[in-house]
Each structure stands twice: as structure tokens, then as C-alpha cells.
């Protein structure tokens, strides 16, 4: 099992922008792929962005296709979401997760680590 750290998160004015990063304990990212989900109090988490371990493919929600970038670092060990032209309905906690293969997903139920979680604010 892998620890995964985010940070990042903060309280943003709607149109401004955020990076969130997301520190693994190991190397491992060479062999999984990985992905931002988030929470909005009340409603279930969501995908947000993944990313294979290959970088090169990346997969977006529809709510945020062209607005936020996923990235990631092997020499570091980390993920990035950018995250540009905020908007209030994008506040919530968004977590790291790592999936259980190489393969690419938004179902939360193949990512079996997981992050604390970040907040993220958008005031309009």
C-alpha cells in the first residue's frame, strides 16, 4: 500500500486558478494510473481527471474537459491537477488515488489508495 498526500487546495474567486499536487510514499506511478476525484457536501465523489502510467493518455470529466490538466512527475513521485477558470460548482474535497493496474478508470471502486483530500473553495 502506497500514502498519498495532497495539497494544494485553498479558497479561489470563480475564474482564478489552483495546481494541486499529490506526493506518493514510494515509486510507484511507473506501473499505475492514477486520478483526481472529488466530493461536494451532499453528493457522492466524482472523477475528475486520470492519467496512465505511460502520461500518455488522460481521460477528463465533461465538467471540467478543457479547464484542468493532470500531469504527473515520476522523478518526484507526483500528481498534478491544474486547475484553471474555477468555477463555484468545482468547490469541493478532491482526493489522489491510485489504481489497482495500469489500466484507466473512473470508477472509484478500482482505486484502492487513496488520499486524505484537499479542499477547494470557489467563491463566485
Known amino acids: 500500500q502506497v500514502q498519498l498526500v495532497e495539497s494544494g487546495g485553498g479558497l479561489v474567486q470563480a475564474g482564478g486558478s489552483l495546481r494541486l499536487s499529490c506526493v506518493a510514499s514510494?515509486?510507484?506511478?511507473?506501473?499505475?494510473?492514477m486520478a483526481w476525484f472529488r466530493q461536494a457536501p451532499g453528493k457522492e465523489r466524482e472523477f475528475v481527471a486520470g492519467?496512465?502510467?505511460?502520461?500518455?493518455?488522460?481521460y477528463y470529466a465533461d465538467s471540467v474537459k478543457g479547464r484542468f490538466t493532470i500531469s504527473k512527475d515520476d522523478a518526484k513521485n507526483t500528481v498534478y491537477l491544474q486547475m484553471n477558470n474555477l468555477k463555484p460548482e468545482d468547490t469541493a474535497i478532491y482526493y489522489c488515488?491510485?489504481?489497482?493496474?495500469?489500466?484507466?478508470?473512473?470508477?472509484?471502486?478500482?482505486?484502492?489508495?487513496w488520499g486524505q483530500g484537499t479542499q477547494v473553495t470557489v467563491s463566485s
Open positions: 492519467i496512465r502510467w505511460t502520461a500518455a493518455s488522460t
Open positions: 488515488a491510485r489504481a489497482i493496474g495500469a489500466g484507466l478508470t473512473s470508477m472509484s471502486r478500482l482505486y484502492d489508495d
Open positions: 514510494a515509486r510507484t506511478f511507473g506501473n499505475y494510473a
